[in-house]
């Protein structure tokens, strides 16, 4: 079978060494739009840009933790004991970061560990949850939760799990963005360490059951906590405690993200968020996304 859940959650946890620099960091938030046009107008040289693009201002996008040295906790998922899947059934299910203080934009000797917490029977799929607490000589960064979607590897009898929905507010959203994605940009943001040829090679997402390469979900999931942060925090990253989100669309390089935010819900401190695709009547992409900040 080629997923034992038993053997993958009592194995024993993968620890691994990360490490990253300014270039990283600089690559990452190019790769997630940083310093593009939007709106008709170059932002290549706006200051609030220049905060994720220029070296002698740089700070890190929060979402940088779930590519940091090379985003080695999810691809490892793939190749724990019990789990042996093949890729083109893969899909990012939901992703959860939790920060315990601002990242650095370098570190050496970083420790992250990662072990499978559960897996769940949806049925014709299973799903994977990947917990990864990563810490350095101060202490802990950040915990990451990541949910793993397998197509076809379902009905092993195993338990279903609980899905918590966080339903839109049923106001009007207090702001509204575009983020227009770069029909290069899937090809940039692969160069953050995730090399699943679905992003990149046209046969292999005919493949998967796309029509042509998909955005990765971990794209657009720090395209819309940049859109957060910039018009909700002011543009101070360290004030983001966690941000989670369910994956509910995929999205096309050149196509346009619509990014709704409710500030202050479910209650003070929250940011909730969803995202759908402009050009395709909203179609989902992220829902039931919370961003809680200090």
């Not at 793993?148 to 609980?162: C, D, N």
């Not at 998967?208 to 543009?235: E, M, N, Q, R, W």
Request: proline fraction near 6%; charge should be negative.
């Amino acid at each position: 079978m080629p997923i034992d859940p038993v053997k993958a959650t009592t194995a024993a946890p993968r620890t691994a060494s990360l490490a990253w620099d300014h270039k990283d960091v600089l690559l990452y938030h190019l790769g997630i739009g940083a310093g593009s046009h939007q709106g008709g107008r170059s932002l290549a040289t706006d200051p609030g840009e220049l905060r994720y693009t220029l070296e002698s201002r740089l700070h890190v996008l929060p979402s940088f933790a779930t590519v940091a040295g090379g985003g080695r906790a999810v691809a490892g998922a793939l190749t724990m004991p019990g789990i042996d899947i093949d890729l083109a059934a893969v899909l990012h299910g939901g992703q959860t970061v939790t920060l315990h203080r601002p990242l650095p934009i370098r570190a050496t000797g970083v420790t992250q560990t990662s072990r499978v917490a559960a897996v769940y029977d949806k049925g014709k799929a299973a799903v994977i949850v990947l917990r990864s607490d990563t810490e350095d000589d101060d202490g802990p960064l950040w915990t990451g939760v990541s949910e793993i979607f397998v197509k076809g590897e379902g009905g092993f009898g195993g338990e279903r799990g609980t899905t918590e929905r966080l339903p839109a507010p049923d106001t009007e959203p207090g702001l509204t963005v575009d983020r227009h994605v770069r029909e290069d940009q899937a090809l940039l943001y692969r160069l953050s360490g995730d090399w699943n040829p679905l992003h990149a090679d046209p046969e292999f997402a005919r493949l998967a059951g796309f029509g042509k390469p998909i955005l990765h979900g971990l794209c657009s999931y720090g395209i819309v906590l940049k859109a957060v942060v910039d018009t909700v925090l002011s543009g101070d990253v360290a004030r983001v405690r966690s941000y989670a989100t369910r994956f509910a669309g995929v999205v096309y390089p050149g196509e346009t993200l619509r990014v709704r935010i409710w500030r202050d819900t479910p209650g003070p401190g929250r940011v909730q968020v969803t995202a759908g695709v402009v050009e395709r009547d909203d179609a989902p992409v992220l829902t039931d996304t919370l961003v809680e900040y200090a």
